[in-house]
């Protein structure tokens, strides 16, 4: 009983935080409305980081990832990557969007562009911003790399590391740390063979790190999946990747 009522009022509490530190940036992608999250450091010259959201949209782990970002220096800006009106209300839904833009990457690059526009035109130092992303997140990450946005670095959280094997391995300028859970059964063999090619094809500095006994979501404290030891650990590997980069 007593464990229940700290859990509720621990939900309560990170609740009212994430009203009184993030603020919603609205934007466009032609007539499509876009209405993104950003930290209350907005405005300061700092470095930056994007955070994409996982498949159902802007959730409760990006925005603990923003808060906690904040303090440790950076501006942080989470992208909407669905825009209004068309945030997945269940996973068949986000399935359905996240597969669409996984399928039509340049749509899914113009998406992350326009939240870095964002990023910058809040404060965020050009030369100092980095993409993070979790699950079809950290496949945006990749896809910021791929499209060589303008960003020292990316990191892909447990994210999807397949790609349509038609596309070209080209240079990638970003540097790219890669944290994956080692039981994720979303990730092939293959996959990940071939995600290291194009890493090593496109002469990139890259590292992958593989969390032990971590099934795909193990870093979000709702899902079934959480490994609370590798979640700290992947998060200590962010930070000090993100330190390397832009600090």
Sequence with gaps: ?????????AIITSGTLFSQNLKTVSYQDGTQKLNGLITSNAGKKLPGVLILPAWKGIDEEAKTAAIELEKQGYIAFIAD????????????????SSGYYKKNYAEYQKRISLALEQLKKNGAIADKTAVIGYCFGGTGALESAR???PVA????????LGRDQSRKNEKLNAKILVENPADDKSVTPDDYSNLIKEMNDGNADWQIITYAHSKHTFTDPKSPDYNEVMAKRAWNHTLMFLKELLK
Excluded: C, F, Q, W
């Excluded at 009983?1 to 009022?9: D, E, K, N, V, Y």
């Design 1 to 9: 009983m007593i464990r229940s009522i700290l859990l509720t009022a």
């Design 147 to 149: 499209g060589n946005l």
């Design 153 to 160: 670095g990316v990191v892909s959280i447990h994210g999807s």
């Design 81 to 96: 990557i669905y825009g209004e009106g068309k945030i997945p209300a269940n996973s068949d839904e986000a399935a359905k």
